[in-house]
């Protein structure tokens, strides 16, 4: 059993998982454990008849490509074809597990993409669809639709010395010392171009490949414990500007913030008031910008703003 | 449908958010959730700090006399801008009017 730490729980795994590891055993500690289990028992501890379908994407021919279902008393599960089945409790503090037979990083894209988010959020913790690094000690954060380069944003600023926190699922808990980021799993998936292009800067790749599935997997050690939310970037790919721009958003838009949220099928009267709670704690605590991006910038470029910005200059 | 109230009627009686309702401040917006649709109503800050009065106020009346002295304006204009807006709130489902609590 090893214990992590990752998206603000405290994760007793029987399973190796790639994430930051932890010897605390914190009482106030939101904690989880992660077992492994077949296939037949997960299918039988599980009763589809009773349970009620939050999410299903499918792709374009009708193949399912992952389905999430509630039910009252058992949970959640979460299933994608050669990803693996989880069964996660109504309080999201034991997650089983049947896996498929593929290498770690393979099904862990699932795990730390719906699974264990899924888990934080019913313990307590706000999502936010975003990236974040850890840059002159402060946290700061990226969100964007999928494919506008949130991820290789992140990587390029790895690249340049900023420390990863968080790729793709951003974990906000509201304190006394501001917004709190958490750190995430060290696990990002990159295309190989971005790779060339940091290569051709000078740098080195900054992770360990794994592998490859349309884009390259990457373990990027993340770093290990929370950092107050300094600055929140909205990266916007458009057609009609020419240069890159970084516009400041003061006051922040209300409406950029609350759609930001990663769990949306969660609709409870809880999981609403706090991510409105804790939008409301990032507008009156953060820096928020827009950084509108031409085609023709690459994310080499967008991170190399983003680092002068961030450093006031 | 039970008619509207008067502004008379209104500034006699106590305006509170119902249960299903939680507001939290963004600076310069104020940020009303329906807890039970899931649909957000943004208020400008005059709107912002009319739903603070309110909700500090025994009663619209009241209300409208901590405004008064705020905004400068008579007593009367700030009344029927503050019915205005209740009215606005009451149609949404975003305020419930109750007669006050005896003091």
């Not at chain 1, 209300?254 to 706090?274: C, H, V």
């Amino acid at each position: 059993m090893a214990r992590h730490y990752l998206f603000g729980l405290q994760l007793d795994s029987s399973m190796p998982i790639l994430a930051g590891r932890t010897s605390e055993a914190s009482d106030g500690a939101r904690k989880a454990t992660l077992d492994q289990t077949t296939s037949s028992a997960l299918a039988r501890s599980w009763r589809p008849r009773e349970a009620l379908s939050m999410m299903e994407r499918r792709a374009p021919g009708g193949r399912l490509i992952m389905a999430v279902e509630a039910h009252p008393e058992l949970g959640y599960r979460v299933a994608a074809p050669r990803f693996g089945s989880h069964v996660i409790s109504r309080d999201g503090s034991q997650i089983h597990s049947a896996l498929p037979s593929v290498p770690e990083w393979r099904w862990q894209r699932l795990l730390f993409a719906q699974v264990l988010p899924l888990a934080a959020t019913l313990q307590g913790i706000e999502l936010f669809h975003a990236n974040a690094v850890a840059l002159g000690g402060r946290a700061i954060g990226f969100v964007a639709a999928a494919g506008t380069g949130k991820t290789s944003v992140g990587v390029h600023l790895v690249s340049r010395g900023a420390t990863l926190l968080t790729d793709d699922v951003m974990a906000l808990e509201a304190s006394a010392a501001g917004v709190l980021v958490h750190p995430g799993p060290w696990l990002a998936g990159v295309h190989a171009t971005e790779l060339k292009a940091i290569e051709r800067e000078g740098r080195g790749c900054p992770g360990e490949v794994l592998g490859r599935s349309g884009k390259l997997y990457l373990s990027i050690p993340t770093l290990d414990h929370p950092l107050p939310l300094a600055a929140l970037y909205f990266l916007e790919r458009r057609g009609d500007v020419d240069r890159l721009q970084i516009l400041e958003s003061r006051p922040p838009d209300p409406q950029l913030l609350l759609s930001s949220s990663f769990i949306w099928y969660l609709k409870s009267p809880d999981f609403l008031a706090r991510h409105l709670d804790v939008c409301s704690r990032v507008a009156q605590s953060v820096s928020v910008s827009r950084v509108l991006i031409p085609a023709s910038v690459g994310a080499g470029a967008v991170a190399a703003a983003i680092e002068r910005h961030a450093a006031g200059e | 449908m039970s008619p509207e109230p008067t502004n008379a009627a209104m500034l006699a009686e106590k305006a509170r958010l119902p249960d299903y309702a939680v507001y939290r401040t963004f600076v310069k917006e104020t940020v009303i959730l329906n807890l039970q649709t899931g649909k957000y109503h943004g208020l400008n800050p005059t709107g912002g700090r009319m739903l603070e009065a309110l909700e500090r106020s025994s009663t619209v009346g009241d209300a409208a006399e901590r405004l008064a002295g705020e905004y400068g304006k008579s007593l009367e204009e700030i009344q029927g801008d503050l019915c205005d807006f209740c009215r606005d709130l009451l149609e949404r489902g975003l305020i419930e009017l109750e007669s006050p609590e005896p003091s």
